[in-house]
C-alpha cells in the first residue's frame, strides 16, 4: 500500500468523490465508459470512499430508476428548467444525482444521436449543462446537502465542468479521465457566451482547439490531474497519430497524466454463474464451455463441431476497431475449417462486408448486426478465440472478458491490450498495422490450439487472472486523495 492510499484509510471521514458521467450501465450505454461508471463507484465504495454519481434524465434513466425523489431545482442558464432528483443505482446502495432537464435529455435516440444516427443538434448546449450542474455541486452554490472532496470527470462530455469549476474559483479539485482521444467535442467559437464561458477561455491555452472550442480540451486543460484507461494509451497519446492533436498538450501535462488499466465487473463476467449461458464451467472443470460452444453453434445455424476453431468477435463496427482486416483474412480462416460468430453495429461498410460474408458461408460464418447483451455473453463463453485487432484502444474491456472465459484473445499490442494481453501466455498479440500482420498472428493461434496440452495451459493462465476493480479503484483512490490534500494544504 502507497502512502497515499495510506492517507485515504487513515483519513477521519471518508473521501467524497462526485462522479460525472453521461452514461452508466444498466442505465443507458453506448460503449465501455457506461461499464466504468458502473463499476468503479461500486469498488470505490467498497473501499470505504463517498462515491456518487451525477448522471442525464434520460427516458431510460428515468424509466429504469424507481424511487428517485425531486430535492432541488437547479439555477441553470441553458435548456431549462432543471431539477435535480436522487436515488440508487437499482440493485445497489451507490448513491445517484439525476439531473432532470427534460428539453435537454427526454427525447428519442440515444443519449448522443437521434433515431436517425444523426447528433442531437444542440449536443454543446446539453453537454454543457450537465458539466455546468456538475460543477455547481462542487461549488459554494451547491443547493445539496453534501459537498464533494473531488469531482471526476468523463470524457468530452463533462469536459467543461474543469473549466466551469475553474472560474468559479477552483472549490475543489478536478480529474478527467479520457476514456477515447476520438470524440473531443468540437463545436464553433460562436458557442462560448451561450455556455456561459469568459472569452479569455478561448486561447491556446484554455479550450480552443484549431479555431473552434473543444470540450474535452477545456477537461484536458482545467482539470487538476488527467487519467486515461490503460498506461500505454497514456503514453501513446503523448505522439502522433494518436495524440490526435491534443499531443502537445498532454505532452505539458505529462507530471499530471497517468494511465490506470480498467478492470472488469467480476460478477457480471463470470462464468461460474453466468446466467446469460446455458452451461457453467471454471478453470477447472471446461465441459460447460464445450457446451456452450455447441449451443451457440446451434444457436447462429453453425455447423456443430467441436474441432472447428471458433472465432468471436463483440464490437462496435467502426474502423478504429481494425476489422476490415478481419474481412481480409476471414477467407483464409475458413479455409482452415474456421468458423466466425460477430455481434456488432456500426458503419454501414462494415455491416454489409459482415453481413455478405455470412451469406455467403452460412454454415461458417454468423453476423448478428444489433446490440445484444445476452448474445455478447454467450459469444465470449462459446468462442475458443477473440479478434481485436484495434487500430487503437484505450482499453478495451472484452479482451479480459474472453481471458476470463477461456477464449484466448487475439489482439494489436496498442492502449490497453497491450497492458492486459501478453503474447503467448493468456493471449496472442501482433505490432504491425496490415492484415497480414494479423494473419500471421492468427497462424500462430491456430497452431496452439490444435496443441491441447499447451492450449489447456494458456486458457488456465487467461482465466485465474485478476482482471477486478480493486487494484485500480486504489489507484484511483489515492489519486482523490493526493489531489484532496493537495487542495487543502
Ligand atoms: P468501446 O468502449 O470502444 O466500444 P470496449 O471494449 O471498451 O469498447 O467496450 C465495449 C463494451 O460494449 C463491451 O462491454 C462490449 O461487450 C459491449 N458491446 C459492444 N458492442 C456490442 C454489441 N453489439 N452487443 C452487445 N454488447 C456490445
Keep these: 500500500m502507497g502512502p497515499v492510499f495510506r492517507e485515504v484509510s487513515t483519513m477521519l471521514r471518508p473521501l467524497k468523490i462526485l462522479f460525472a458521467t453521461s452514461e ?28 456518487r454519481l451525477l448522471v442525464p434524465g434520460y427516458p431510460a434513466v428515468l424509466a429504469q430508476c424507481e424511487d428517485l425523489t425531486p430535492i432541488s431545482d437547479l439555477p441553470v442558464t441553458l435548456l431549462g428548467p432543471a431539477r435535480l432528483l436522487t436515488g440508487f443505482m437499482p440493485g445497489t446502495r451507490v448513491p445517484l444525482y439525476v439531473l432532470d432537464a427534460p428539453r435537454a435529455f427526454q427525447r428519442p435516440g440515444g443519449p448522443y444521436q437521434d433515431t436517425r444516427g444523426q447528433d442531437h443538434a444542440d449536443n454543446a448546449e446539453r453537454f454543457a449543462l450537465l458539466s455546468q450542474v456538475a460543477a455547481q455541486l462542487c461549488g459554494p452554490q451547491n443547493p445539496i446537502n453534501w459537498q464533494p472532496d473531488c469531482l471526476h470527470c468523463h470524457d468530452w462530455q463533462t469536459g467543461l465542468a474543469p473549466a466551469y469549476l475553474h472560474f468559479a474559483g477552483r472549490p475543489v479539485p478536478s480529474l478527467t479521465t479520457i476514456h477515447n ?130 472465432f468471436g468477435v463483440v464490437s462496435r463496427l467502426t474502423h478504429q476497431k481494425g476489422l ?68 487503437f484502444e484505450p482499453c478495451g474491456l472484452n479482451q479480459m472478458y474472453s481471458q476470463r472465459y477461456g477464449t484466448l484473445p487475439i489482439v494489436r499490442e496498442t492502449g490497453g491490450l497491450a497492458d492486459s494481453v501478453t503474447d503467448g501466455v493468456d493471449g496472442f498479440s501482433f505490432m504491425g498495422d496490415t492484415a497480414h500482420a494479423l494473419w500471421l498472428t492468427v497462424e500462430r493461434a491456430l497452431a496452439a490450439y490444435h496443441d491441447r496440452p499447451l492450449w489447456r495451459r494458456l486458457q488456465q493462465t487467461a482465466m485465474r487472472k485478476d482482471s477486478g476493480w480493486e487494484k485500480s479503484a486504489r489507484e484511483y483512490a489515492a489519486l482523490y486523495a493526493q489531489l484532496a490534500a493537495r487542495a487543502h494544504s
Design 24 to 51: 452508466v450501465r444498466p442505465l443507458i450505454k453506448t460503449g465501455g465508459l457506461a461499464d466504468v461508471s458502473s463499476s468503479l463507484p461500486a469498488a470505490l465504495r467498497d473501499l470505504g470512499l463517498d462515491c
Design 181 to 310: 482521444l476520438a470524440f473531443q467535442g468540437v463545436y464553433s467559437p460562436s458557442l462560448l457566451t451561450t455556455l456561459g464561458l469568459p472569452s479569455e477561455s478561448f486561447a491556446i491555452d484554455g479550450l480552443e482547439y484549431y479555431g473552434n472550442l473543444s470540450f474535452l480540451k477545456a477537461g484536458l486543460y482545467y482539470s487538476d490531474w488527467i487519467t486515461t484507461v490503460s498506461p500505454r494509451y497514456a503514453l501513446e497519446i503523448q505522439a502522433e497519430p494518436l495524440g490526435m492533436g491534443m499531443q502537445g498538450l498532454l505532452q505539458q501535462r505529462r507530471h499530471q497524466l497517468t494511465g490506470i488499466l480498467n478492470g472488469i465487473d467480476t460478477a457480471d463476467w463470470n462464468p461460474s454463474s453466468d446466467l446469460h449461458l446455458t452451461h457453467n464451467f471454471t478453470y477447472r472443470a471446461m465441459a460447460g464451455k464445450r457446451r456452450c460452444k455447441a449451443a451457440l453453434q446451434t444457436e447462429l445455424g453453425l455447423t456443430p463441431s467441436a474441432e472447428a476453431p471458433l
Design 324 to 391: 476490415d482486416w478481419i474481412l481480409q483474412i476471414a477467407q483464409g480462416i475458413l479455409t482452415r475449417g474456421g468458423q466466425i460468430a460477430i455481434l456488432g453495429t456500426g458503419e454501414p461498410i462494415l455491416e454489409s462486408g459482415f453481413k455478405q460474408l455470412a451469406h455467403q458461408h452460412p454454415q461458417q460464418v454468423s453476423a448478428f448486426i444489433g446490440y445484444d447483451e445476452g448474445l455478447s455473453h454467450r459469444i465470449e463463453a462459446g468462442a475458443d478465440l477473440f479478434l481485436m485487432p484495434s487500430r
